[in-house]
Every structure is written in structure tokens, then in C-alpha cells.
């Protein structure tokens, strides 16, 4: 059965017109703007380095997310897909590209690259989507997008989907989609309805040992936190006292990032201790707890780490973690989101975390995960090789 999205969007997306839909991440985006620009591409073939559709996303995560997600159905169709983000091999990227690609999935900043290269060109890109339009204009992308856009095909298809509609998302709209068909199916706040949200105040002198408990519980959990160290200090006494814990951000590589999220995607890991990155676009299904080790800056980044969770209209809960000196700012904020939290003081052993966490005691035997083992070859090993075999035996 189509989600709410995909059955209000599906139709329009086909019938070739512009299109404006406001839905969160985990709503059937991807399928409601998928499936149609396969369905008008069928039976194309793209010439070299001048892909026929585009789809413009924040983060490397959710590229790979939306890649997948089509890949089976573009395989059926004989429709070549190239992700196109950073972290990964340039030139594997051009290559592909210059071999010809219908469809191109990409992060802005790289595909602005291989523009620059002369690898890819997009004049005669006839669909294009942007998916989580308001994410990449927080995240600075505007004007890289505004130039991408600007560079398609002047009469072609364009599809916005975004969980806000002002601002920056406002004048991307009005410059470049022609009369859109308009679908929304969540509220602006998104997914607060289907969210039990907990403000937690606890001593900071406890807040590391009722982390602990947390990350303890039976099921996978998100804890975000504000900075790249913290989230490397967290995840390292989490593993200290028994938890099966890795970190995610922007420091990490893109294959460490893919086998992090694939060991907490398995339950592997059991506990992942992300920056606001991991808020923009990470799809986990089944996740029913978010942890707001740090409160976030504002309302939308609060809004946005707790969409990991009630995905799909599932139910979950969303919790904050507050010491004295938070607590005005965390009620601001949270009044800002449209959001109403109950309030609880918690120790690390009382009942209280249990029943709103499934808190339990960790083990307090260190645990291990396996060791990281890129795929890419390291490219100064061929180097080491020759050096060694130059030695006198």
C-alpha cells in the first residue's frame, strides 16, 4: 500500500509536473520521486557525461540511502545510476560518468566538482529532485544549488521535497518550479504527534553513568551530541563500561562512516554517539529512542534528531538529558519546536530512567567491536611493495 505521500505525489510526478512536497524523512519520499522519474526515463539512454535525471541530497548517508533504495528498480528498467558524494574515489566517479548514467544521485559539493572537471555536464538533465531542500540550505548548500539548478535544462521537471517551506526553501521555489503540484502530509513540526518526548534533569555529576544505563537497554539507540570529540569521548566510555557503542561524524571516513552504520543497522553496535550530522537523512528502521546527550542548538535541530525516530508512523521516544545550567535554554527551545515534553528528575539507578529508557546496569566488562578494515586499498601500499623489493636479500 502507498504511503500518503506517494499516493498524492505519484500521479502528478508522472504526469510530468513541477512538484512541492513537504514530508518528513521516512514518509515514502523516496519511492514517491523515485519511481516516477524511472517510469519517464524508461527506455533512455544517457550519452556520455550528460546524465537525463538528477537527484540533489544533503548528506553522503542519505545519497547512499536513496541509491539503494532505487538501484533494484533502475536494474529492471536497464537505468545506470551513479552516486556521486565526497569521501569516495574522484576518479572512479568521472569514470563512471564519462561511461554514461541516466541518473546521477549527489551531495552539491562534489557534484560541483566534476562540473568543474568538465566529467559531468547537465544540460540535458529533463528531471531534477531535491530531496531535504531546507537541510541542505542550513547546511550552506544554497548556493551551490541554485547554480546546479540553474545549469539543468531550463523546461524540465523539478521536484522539492522539504519538511519547512520558507526562507531560503522559498525563493528556490519561486525561481525555479512553474506552477507545482503541492502535497504535504505532515505538519510543519513534523513528527511530534507520533513522539513521547522526555526532558530528563539529571546531576552532572550522574550524566555519564545514566548514559551508560541507557546505551545498556535491550535495542539500539541514537545519542547526539554537539562536537566530534565528544562524540569520540562518549562512544569510548560507553565501550569502557560494556556497551556496544562507535561514533559517527565528520571526521570519520566515508567507509568508516558506511561500516559504523552498518554495524548499528545489524545491532552490532548498540548505541550510536553521532553529531548533528547523523540527523540529516540517516533512515534506521525500528529505532525507538533518540538521546539528546547535548541539547541542540535550535528548534529545527532538534526536530531533526529526533525524525530518526516514529518513522513511518511508528511511535517513539525522544529524550533530553539536562544538567542545572540547560534548563532555561532546553525549555525555550522546546517551546520553539512546538514541542511538549514532560519533565522528570532521574538518577542513574532510579526507577524513573528505566521506565522511560529501558535503562538497565551494563556489564562493566569492556567491550570490543572488530576492527575497521577498509575496502579501498591503501594507496601507498604498491609504493611500500616496490621499496621492499628493491632490498638487497
Not at 552532572?204 to 545519542?223: E, F, Y
Not at 542513574?348 to 546496569?361: K, N, Q, V
Request: hydrophobic share 40%.
Amino acid at each position: 500500500m502507498p504511503t500518503p505521500i506517494q499516493a498524492r505525489a505519484v500521479p502528478d510526478a508522472v504526469a510530468g509536473r513541477d512538484l512541492l512536497g513537504r514530508a518528513r524523512t521516512g514518509s515514502g519520499k523516496t519511492l514517491a520521486f523515485g519511481l516516477p522519474m524511472l517510469t519517464r526515463l524508461a527506455g533512455r539512454r544517457a550519452a556520455a557525461r550528460r546524465p537525463l535525471g538528477l537527484v540533489l541530497l544533503p548528506t553522503r548517508e542519505l545519497a547512499a540511502q536513496v541509491s539503494a533504495a532505487l538501484a533494484p528498480y533502475a536494474k529492471a528498467l536497464s537505468l545506470r545510476i551513479v552516486t556521486v558524494v565526497g569521501g569516495l574515489s574522484l576518479g572512479r566517479q568521472s569514470d563512471q560518468l564519462r561511461s554514461g548514467a541516466e541518473i546521477v544521485i549527489a551531495t552539491p559539493g562534489r557534484l560541483n566538482d566534476l562540473l568543474e572537471r568538465g566529467d559531468c555536464k547537465l544540460d540535458r538533465v529533463e528531471i531534477t529532485v531535491l530531496d531535504e531542500a531546507d537541510q541542505m540550505a542550513d547546511m550552506g548548500f544554497l548556493p551551490q544549488v541554485t547554480a546546479l539548478l540553474a545549469a539543468t535544462a531550463p523546461d524540465g521537471q523539478r521536484m522539492l521535497f522539504s519538511a519547512t517551506l520558507d526562507g531560503d526553501v522559498d525563493r528556490l521555489i519561486r525561481r525555479f518550479l512553474t506552477d507545482p503540484a503541492r502535497h504535504s502530509v505532515d505538519p510543519p513540526a513534523g513528527a511530534v504527534t507520533t513522539m513521547d518526548h522526555h526532558l530528563l534533569h539529571v546531576d552532572a555529576a550522574d550524566k555519564d553513568a545514566a548514559t551508560a544505563r541507557i546505551g545498556a537497554r535491550d535495542g539500539r539507540v541514537i545519542m547526539f551530541v554537539k562536537t566530534k570529540h565528544r562524540a569520540d569521548r562518549v562512544a569510548d566510555r560507553l565501550l569502557a563500561s560494556g556497551v556496544t557503542a562507535a561514533s559517527l561524524h565528520g571526521g570519520k571516513s566515508q567507509p568508516q562512516r558506511t561500516r559504523i552504520l552498518e554495524q548499528f543497522k545489524s545491532g552490532a553496535v548498540n548505541a550510536l554517539i553521532a553529531t548533528d550530522l547523523a540527523a540529516r537523512g540517516i533512515h534506521i528502521d525500528d529505532l525507538d529512542l533518540v538521546v539528546n546527550y547535548d541539547p541542540p542548538n535550535d528548534a529545527k535541530d532538534y526536530l531533526h534528531r529526533g525524525g530518526r525516530t516514529a518513522r513511518a508512523g511508528r511511535s517513539g521516544t525522544v529524550v533530553t538529558l539536562v544538567v542545572d545550567h540547560e534548563r532555561r535554554d532546553t525549555t525555550r527551545l522546546l517551546a520553539a519546536a512546538g514541542v511538549k515534553a514532560r519533565t522528570t528528575s532521574v538518577g542513574p539507578d532510579g526507577h524513573e530512567l528505566t521506565r522511560i529508557t529501558g535503562a538497565r546496569t551494563p556489564s562493566g566488562i569492556p567491550a570490543v567491536l572488530p576492527a575497521f578494515r577498509p575496502s579501498v586499498p591503501d594507496p601507498a601500499q604498491p609504493a611500500r611493495r616496490a621499496r621492499r623489493n628493491r632490498r638487497p636479500r
